[in-house]
Each structure stands twice: as structure tokens, then as C-alpha cells.
């Protein structure tokens, strides 16, 4: 009967972990293009990891990255090009009082993450070099007021651009796509109550929107 329990809970678990995977590879690149700052682990000389927030454009199935043209993290890619790499938003924080007056285990967070593990190497083509960075500029100043950078601009020779291709990318996410649509309404009222300063993005995150002054389930949130 021990067994029977046990090996219900085991199964119970690993359902609830496929339902957490991002199963979409186009909502991976969204969300990884809807963020500013991802972290980026290398190994340095003494076999430490090393971990640095940079920001970052995903393009054509690559991290690409800018830096300085030397430094701990260059030499450390070119020592050592096996590198991870991760992303990850907020949704909401989840207090212990939602579920139970008194046990605070009970308090969760609402996420998403993406973690990659790939090859780093230092771009040394100009051309792919001016991509990567016209790239991350529409990205960040979407609004323009810059000059194009092209292959031939002396500036290239001042910046590095770092390429992560990636051997393994996961996507992870829990937005109430793992309950029922009751329990997933009362979370997302029980949400807008607390009024966090992220209550609002959380619940539109979750499918939600307040349509005449009340909250309506407006799409599932499958990624």
C-alpha cells in the first residue's frame, strides 16, 4: 500500500513537470525577446563558474551578446567555450496565506525561465557582427533615432559580440496553467486583491483581463 502511495506521488510529480515545460519553441523566443537581462556562466581559470548579466538578443536559433574586447568572461570563453545560459521573469509572487492562515510552505511563485546550455565562441565575422547588433539595438530602442550599423564601421573593432549557440534549451512556466479554471479565477482575485505593483501584468500573463469590471478568462495560457 506504501509502495502504491509512493508510487502515485512520484507519477503525480512528473505530470505536474510536463505541464511546467514550455512545449512551444516560438514562445521561448518570444518570451527570451521580451527580456532584457539574461545571466551568462562561464568557467573560469581556477574552475569556478562565473555568472554575469548581460544584455541579449536571440536571432536566427543564437544568444548573441555584446562585451568589452577583453576580459575574465572573454578569456574564459576562449578557454572554455561550454557555457550556460538563463532567463527568467517574475510573475507574481504567491503569499502562504492564499492557501492556509498559518503554514507558510505553502507560499509559491508564479514564473517563467528559460535555461540553455551551449557553445560560446567569440563572432569575428563583420558582417554576422553588424547583424547581431542592429539586431539587439531593434530590440531595445525599437523607437530608431540611431545610425544602421554596417560591416564596415570602425566601431566594430571595438566591441566583441558573443555567440551562444544552444546544445540544450528548457523553457519552464507556472502561470495557473497547472489548475482548473475555478482554482486558476480565485488565484488571479486573490491577486488583483493584493494589488502587488506585478498583480496586473500577472493576470493578464495568466489569461485574464478585466472586461467591465470584472475579471474574464480570455484565453488558455498553453506555451
Known amino acids: 500500500m506504501v509502495g502504491f502511495i509512493i508510487g502515485k506521488t512520484k507519477l503525480h510529480t512528473v505530470q505536474l513537470l510536463g505541464r511546467l515545460e514550455i512545449k512551444s519553441p516560438q514562445k521561448i523566443s518570444q518570451f527570451l525577446n521580451s527580456e532584457h537581462v539574461g545571466r ?37 570563453i576562449r578557454a572554455n567555450p561550454r557555457v550556460g545560459f538563463e532567463v527568467d521573469r517574475e510573475v507574481e ?15 509559491d511563485t508564479l514564473y517563467i525561465s528559460v535555461v540553455i546550455k551551449g557553445a560560446a565562441s ?11 547588433l542592429n539586431e539587439m539595438m531593434r530590440k531595445y530602442q525599437p523607437e530608431g533615432g540611431y545610425e544602421k550599423i554596417e560591416s564596415q564601421m570602425s566601431v566594430l573593432d571595438h566591441v566583441a559580440v558573443i555567440k551562444v549557440i544552444p546544445s540544450q534549451m528548457r523553457g519552464k512556466y507556472k502561470i495557473g496553467q497547472h489548475m482548473d479554471k475555478t482554482t486558476r479565477t480565485i488565484l488571479a482575485k486573490k491577486i488583483l486583491q493584493r494589488n502587488s505593483p506585478l498583480a496586473k501584468q500577472a493576470i493578464e500573463t495568466m489569461g485574464f483581463e478585466i472586461v467591465d469590471n470584472e475579471l474574464k478568462m480570455i484565453n488558455e495560457p498553453l506555451w
Open 40 to 76: 551568462v556562466a562561464t568557467i573560469d581559470a581556477d574552475g569556478f563558474p562565473q555568472i554575469i548579466p548581460m544584455n541579449f538578443v536571440f536571432s536566427n536559433g543564437a544568444i548573441y551578446m555584446h562585451s568589452h574586447t577583453q576580459g575574465e568572461k572573454i578569456d574564459n
Open 122 to 132: 567569440i563572432v569575428e565575422d563583420y558582417q554576422e557582427k553588424a547583424i547581431a
Open 93 to 107: 509572487f504567491l503569499p502562504s496565506y492564499f492557501s492556509s492562515p498559518t503554514d507558510a510552505s505553502q507560499a
